[in-house]
């Protein structure tokens, strides 16, 4: 599976490059910011005078290698480049997961608990609303609120002008309020998204003949939901898990850009808009491993779960 | 039949039982006001075809109709603590008080054994869990013999190497076994066993129903055995309730049952019982069985029934009492 | 039908929508402000009598603006599922038709399309195309049918299996007919809920895309490009830039979610029973 994934993403990332009418460097003469140097090393990295699955072949010999080039804009190496956004991408996206987590369980349990009762149709509508709700544009009003209007919170960046010379814990109180707006915003769909799944998937365990069964046994019910219920309807959230993931890092290019977060999807668009191809494509590349990284631990996940699997 | 350890003192009664499940439309009933009386080590059978209530009677024994799926609509169910020598009207007493009587006093073991674990916790902690939930403090030691005993008396051994398996891993014999013992773990006095075989191969159900026969009397246990199979029951129980549309149309002791059955319904399912060497078709009863809620007035049975007339398509039968036994027919007062 | 209007969540999502086509057709005609006129002297304005959603920075009427948007973005959502109709019904009818081979490949084409971040593929697409609202309705279009494909070949899988149909290959039916007769119009339910959940994301990526510059290029006006300008001021305060235009996507993705939610509820038992 992971192979063949990984195979396919390289090839249209490749294909989508050349999809330019032209060549890429047609397209890059007439841009003031590439000087003709970055061309020749261009044309000579592509070989692209080449017919196209040599081109690609070749192209794919130097991934394997982690060789993505140079990028065009400062003739840095693309994963030197990418190595220092990364660390980035991965808090925010860490504190993402940890809220929505966090948030949709006991959303999830509340809502499932108490099934059809006003609560749950409460939150049911919270939750429709979570999903309809364009993200971008509540992250900027909540930016225009909290960090202009109200001034509480700063709306751009990861750290602050003076951070150099702040002590250990205010530095990381000046990451953490930068952290709030982009996590916040982010997190909206995916809670919405996870804590109605998480709700069907333990009304789904709760029908069960087992849970009935331990209710026979004098179990009380917040044994059955804590224990029975929560960690078999749990089991299905881990391939969720598995799917968030691209949704995820897609989502980062757009919020890293709207905060200026410092990380690998604001280093996407910046690339995307100067044309900046190695570093797209290396990207590229990056974002389908870590994808396929998120869904191998997934599985990995599911089996240490599920007993029924694990002994397959 | 009653040749195990009985008293005639009373351990459980419900009378006039009634519970419906909810559909889009309307209420759908499920029991129609059933009586039922067990004494003390004795064995009732419970038999009919499915949607005559069967199922639902042992459900609302101890509560267990989901709130979302139907309502338990009237009735009482009063059982006889030991102990206290108290009686406990199980259909109106608060949840917690309630949940000592699951498990501790009374007992299930359901049709499918694999649905009656959860699939991803191990044997040990079904029953660790089970034992908790009435034994606030124990010992781990304790607990342990205790499982090993059960498990023993159920044929199931090694006990360590059994309680540290999934229930996926056991065949449904197997399981089924352990589901007994699991039942039996809090020593309590009522075994309900909703069609405890009907999901097992023929000669594993042999198997069961020994190891059934075997704890009732080495735990002194009063058993309601639920199936679809006369033939099953005749093996186990002392008296027999004959359910039909959510309604008890015959009961009594199994063996007058069995030799003279009184109601036309009774008659069918015994005529309808395949016996071993004998030539002949099966005969089957006519008709289909109603859909629970599409009971008309008078009697269920009459659009099937080979004797019934005007007054059966009229008129609700009410029950004709002779000693023990009881039906209710028109035809046969 | 009958229940499909006793649906209030069906119901009111199509009032939404058409509300939002009754503007974008005859807003203009309504509201006789011109969206590209500027009028620097009047720029960034607050909303009052005379610009009743505010001005932008060039003076422009944001509420002209607004109601032009509404014919980009409603083009955009049902153009690019049009194309992603086009390509996802056929594909999941023949993998789960024909199976083996076919299948295989389609499959795992959708696999790796369904492990790609959406948003990066058009992101680069467009970026290599070129921005413009006829790229941007194309490529939201071919990255969107991996998700209905799945469902088409679910559903085409389980009818295949029954009976009518196995006894139709037997008597030797062609195969294209059974395909067309008997399971294309069992797939319709399911196709008709995620075209519906279709339209409403890729009004919203259109608008992403919009917004980062990538989609309808100003003075050309979009619910995205005017969030642009209220990203831009946003130390001025301009909040009309971003409430109006975040409403307007807004209560069209709700209202194409509530179509979908609501058709899901009528038309698939699986999911009703829950409810």
């Given at each position: 599976m992971m192979i063949p994934v990984l195979f396919g993403i390289t090839l249209i990332t490749f294909f989508v490059m050349h999809?330019?009418?032209?060549?890429?460097v047609d397209g890059l003469m007439m841009s003031p910011e590439v000087d003709a140097g970055a061309i020749l090393r261009l044309r000579e990295t592509y070989g692209l005078d080449r017919p196209l699955h040599i081109q690609y072949f070749s192209w794919l010999s130097r991934v394997a290698t982690l060789n993505f080039g140079s990028s065009f804009r400062d003739g840095r190496k693309v994963t030197l480049k990418i190595a220092e956004r990364l660390p980035a991408t991965i808090l925010l996206n860490v504190v993402y997961l940890f809220l929505i987590f966090a948030l949709a369980i006991p959303i999830g349990i509340i809502s499932a608990v108490k099934h059809n009762k006003a609560i749950d149709k409460i939150l049911a509508v919270c939750v429709f609303a979570g999903y309809s709700v364009p993200a971008f544009v509540v992250a900027l009003i909540l930016m225009m609120y909290f960090g202009v209007e109200l001034g509480w919170l700063p709306v751009s960046g990861m750290v602050s002008i003076n951070y150099e010379f702040l002590p250990f814990w205010s530095k990381v109180a000046d990451i953490a309020s930068h952290l709030v707006l982009p996590a916040v915003s982010t997190a909206i769909g995916g809670l919405a998204f996870l804590s109605r799944y998480l709700r069907s998937s333990m009304l789904e365990v709760i029908k069960q003949d087992y849970i009935k069964a331990a209710r026979a046994r004098g179990i009380p019910e917040k044994s059955l939901v804590l224990v029975h219920t929560l960690r078999n309807a749990f089991i299905p959230m881990i391939t969720v898990f598995g799917l968030l993931l691209p949704a995820l890092i897609g989502g980062s290019v757009v919020f890293e850009t709207i905060f200026s977060w410092p990380g690998m999807g604001r280093l996407a668009y910046e690339a995307i808009m100067a044309r900046d191809y190695p570093v797209v494509m290396g990207i590229g590349v990056v974002m389908a491993v870590l994808t396929l990284i998120g869904n191998f631990l997934a599985d990995i996940g599911y089996a240490a779960a599920d007993p029924r699997i694990r002994y397959e | 039949m009653s040749k195990y350890c009985m008293s005639s003192g009373y351990i459980l009664e419900a009378e006039k039982v009634s519970a419906e499940y909810f559909s889009s439309e309307k209420d759908i009933p499920a029991l129609r006001g059933v009586d039922i009386s067990l004494r003390e080590g004795e064995c009732i059978g419970i038999a009919g075809e499915s949607g005559s209530g069967k199922s639902t009677l042992a459900l609302t024994l101890l509560q267990l109709i989901d709130e979302d799926e139907g309502r338990i609509s009237g009735g009482n169910i009063v059982f006889h603590e030991k102990a206290s020598g108290e009686k406990i009207n199980i259909s109106s007493i608060n949840k917690s008080r309630l949940r000592k009587v699951r498990g501790k006093e009374i007992s299930l073991i359901t049709q499918d054994p694999y649905t009656s674990f959860n699939p991803v916790i191990k044997l040990y902690r079904h029953f660790r869990e089970a034992y908790r939930v009435h034994n606030k403090v124990f010992k781990e030691r304790d607990l342990k013999d205790k499982v090993s005993e059960l498990l023993d008396s159920v044929n199931l051994r090694p006990a360590e190497k059994i309680l540290n398996s999934y229930p996926h891993q056991f065949s449904g014999g197997m399981l089924q076994r352990a589901s007994m013992a699991l039942a039996l773990l809090n020593g309590p006095r009522i075994l309900i066993a909703d069609e405890p075989t009907s999901s097992l191969d023929v000669t594993i159900q042999k198997k069961v129903m020994e190891t059934l026969k075997d704890l009732r009397c080495r735990y002194n246990l009063s058993i309601i055995f639920i199936s679809h199979d006369l033939n099953l029951i005749s093996e186990i129980a002392d008296r027999i309730y004959i359910l039909y549309a959510g309604k008890t149309v015959e009961s009594g002791p199994a063996s007058e049952i069995f030799k003279n059955p009184r109601h036309p319904y009774t008659e069918a399912l015994l005529k309808s019982l395949p016996k071993l060497g004998a030539r002949g078709s099966i005969i089957s009863i006519p008709g289909r069985a109603p859909q629970p809620g599409a009971v008309k007035e008078g009697c269920s049975f009459a659009p099937r029934c080979s004797y019934a007339d005007k007054k059966c398509f009229k008129k609700e039968p009410p029950p004709v009492l002779s000693g023990e036994r009881a039906w209710a027919c028109f035809k046969r007062q | 039908m009958n229940n499909l209007l006793k649906n209030k969540m069906v119901l009111s999502g199509l009032l939404i929508v058409f509300f939002f086509i009754f503007i974008s057709i005859l807003g203009p005609h309504i509201y006789r402000h011109s969206p590209v006129e500027q009028n620097i002297s009047h720029r960034l304005q607050a909303p009052s009598a005379r610009y009743i959603m505010g001005t932008d920075d060039l003076g422009r009427d944001v509420l002209a603006r607004v109601i032009a948007g509404s014919r980009i973005s409603l083009s955009v959502g049902f153009v690019s599922v049009g194309i992603a109709l086009l390509i996802g019904v056929p594909l999941g009818l023949i993998a789960g038709f024909y199976g083996k081979g076919a299948d295989r490949v389609i499959m795992r084409i959708v696999d790796i399309m369904l492990c790609f971040p959406t948003i990066f593929l058009i992101l680069m697409v467009i970026a290599f195309l070129g921005p413009s609202i006829y790229n941007v309705m194309i490529v939201i279009g071919l990255t969107s049918w991996p998700g209905l494909t799945r469902y088409v070949r679910a559903e085409t899988l389980s009818v295949r299996r029954r009976e009518y149909i196995q006894a139709a290959e037997i008597m030797g039916i062609k195969k294209a007919r059974i395909l067309f007769i008997h399971i294309l119009p069992n797939t319709i339910a399911p196709v008709i809920i995620s075209a519906a959940l279709g339209v409403g994301s890729a009004i919203l990526a259109e608008s992403i895309l919009s917004f980062l510059g990538l989609g309808v290029q100003p003075p050309h006006p979009s619910w995205g490009n005017i969030l642009t300008l209220g990203k831009e001021y946003i130390s001025h305060n301009t909040w009309w830039l971003l409430v109006f235009p975040g409403t307007a996507i807004l209560m069209t993705v709700v209202a194409f979610n509530l179509i979908g939610e609501g058709l899901r509820d009528v038309l698939d038992p699986r999911q009703r029973k829950e409810r």
């Open positions: 999809l330019t009418p032209g060549s890429p | - | -």
